[in-house]
């Protein structure tokens, strides 16, 4: 078995090593040329038409923007490497752009020409728009009556209704599958590569696995960090990343009670924040902070408290010092540091995308379903109460007025497809260890390696990173069920 691994391995480094020619301004069907002026110099910008329905050539097409970052040595460059840093709805340009160094390291940056696309809808290519007022209407996603769900699901109809009178019909295809024949069109009409090597983390993984599901001749090194599976029922998926959270939120708790360095050191932490989530679902807390620059909510409900948490905790152990200072502050009067940010005209391009994909579940499913699974989420975790990112994607969806056009089902990949490489801390918040296992079970070719540690991602800089960037250059395949502890 890995005789055969490390075979299809060189296969694949032969297949990329193509020339990355940094001198010609133009690849077939794309015009490279200078970024805008808030990125920087070093940065080359082009912009590709594609189809706005890939099932109608008559929809029209819309332009998908990507940056580019020259290899550094044209003469042993292997090839182009694609990038997608999750969200759905985190702009890869601006990613590259603001942290090069933290998404991909010197000898990446060496050997390959680095892609960033911002996908359809997303960033730079003709952004989802969606109305103001209704994006940041105050809704709670913590209901169960019927009455609730009904005003829930009439709320995202009209807010989703904006959407498509402000974005046009680009709205109604802004799916996962689409992403992924845009990727390949990029791919193909304009760089003219025969091999499609990507490094996806967050969402990302879901899109690198369904383009691997589609196109599996042309997969060539490709690394899935931090995965997100897209066949699952709707309550394990709750529960799947409500555990996932609850295990992050606990190790937070026990460095809280040996290290002096935590703001609420000899304090029980967890007792303390189940009272601000209570408190919280009552009465919000007070952020005065955001109140003054009025780029944020002045009040904290639960659900914001256990989002930024969450969110946090995805930072790593980096964050806990931070995270812990927060919630010290909230019990004493000041949730600044837990409150949403307010969302501007192109906040939409997350929920279009999920509901799209069918992260949603509809009004009756939920009048049937809810309370019970908010029983059983709370019953199991009561630290996260069953909230989190999936939990809000599915009342998010519920009355959204675009049919689902990327079904949940499981991934077809053919056994011929080279290894694909499935990373994961074993204690990411987000995105639960369960999910890269049953990813696993999806993938013939893949390889699972796990790094024992805390946060959303493991490209961090330590030996999973160095294992990471080992598989993309071709240097070496790792162990299958390798575990790492940085």
């Not at 020339?19 to 490279?32: E, H, L, P, Q, V």
């Not at 709805?89 to 696309?117: C, H, Q, W, Y």
């Not at 502050?329 to 837990?338: C, Q």
């Not at 290894?419 to 801390?425: E, K, R, Y």
Request: with cysteine; hydrophobic share 35%.
């Amino acid at each position: 078995m890995k005789l055969t691994l490390v075979l299809a391995l060189v296969t694949v480094a032969q297949a990329a090593a193509a020339d990355c020619s940094t001198s010609d301004s133009k690849t077939a069907g794309i015009r490279w040329g200078p970024c805008p002026d808030k990125y920087d110099a070093k940065f080359e910008c082009g912009k590709l038409q594609v189809p706005i329905d890939y099932d109608d050539k008559r929809s029209g097409q819309f332009d998908i923007s990507m940056l580019r970052l020259p290899c550094v040595d044209n003469g042993t460059c292997q090839g182009n490497l694609f990038f997608n840093f999750g969200g759905p709805g985190d702009s890869a340009m601006e990613t590259i752009n603001d942290d090069l160094e933290g998404v991909a390291s010197e000898k990446l940056r060496k050997a390959f020409t680095l892609i960033g696309p911002d996908l359809r809808g997303i960033g730079n290519s003709h952004p989802v728009r969606c109305d103001v007022e209704l994006l940041n209407r105050r809704v709670s996603l913590n209901v169960t009556g019927e009455r609730e769900l009904e005003q829930l699901a009439a709320h995202n109809k009209q807010l989703g209704e904006s959407c498509a009178n402000l974005t046009g019909s680009l709205f109604y295809h802004v799916d996962t599958i689409s992403a992924a024949r845009d990727l390949d069109q990029i791919r193909q009409v304009a760089l003219g590569d025969e091999k499609f090597n990507y490094y996806g983390v967050s969402y990302g993984t879901q899109l690198g696995s369904q383009y691997a599901s589609l196109f599996p001749d042309r997969v060539g090194r490709m690394v899935l960090d931090g995965n997100l599976i897209h066949s699952d029922m709707p309550a394990n998926f709750i529960m799947g990343e409500a555990a996932t959270f609850e295990n992050s939120f606990n190790r937070l708790t026990e460095w809280c009670k040996n290290s002096t360095e935590c703001a609420l050191h000899g304090e029980d932490v967890a007792a303390i924040f189940d009272r601000l989530v209570d408190q919280s679902s009552i009465e919000p807390l007070a952020a005065p902070g955001c109140e003054k620059s009025k780029e944020c909510w002045a009040d904290v409900t639960a659900e914001d408290l256990l989002g930024a948490v969450q969110d946090l905790l995805g930072g790593g152990r980096k964050k806990w010092p931070e995270i812990a200072q927060g919630i010290k502050e909230a019990r004493d009067g000041n949730a600044t540091s837990l409150s949403s940010s307010l969302k501007d005209e192109f906040g939409g391009g997350n929920t279009a995308v999920t509901c799209l994909d069918g992260f949603g579940i509809d009004l009756e499913s939920a009048k049937r379903m809810a309370a019970p699974r908010l029983l059983a989420a709370r019953s199991l975790t009561p630290r996260s109460r069953g909230f989190n990112g999936i939990s809000s994607a599915q009342l998010d969806c519920m009355g959204w007025p675009a049919p689902v056009t990327n079904p949940m089902e499981r991934l077809k990949v053919e056994a011929s497809v080279p290894p694909i490489l499935l990373v994961n801390a074993l204690h990411d918040p987000s995105t639960s260890v369960m999910w890269a296992v049953q990813l696993r079970e999806q993938i013939p070719s893949a390889i699972n390696v796990f790094r024992d540690g805390d946060g959303h991602g493991s490209y961090e800089g330590g030996e999973t990173q160095d294992v990471m960037d080992a598989f993309l250059l071709g240097e070496k395949m790792p162990e299958d069920m390798l575990i790492l502890r940085t």
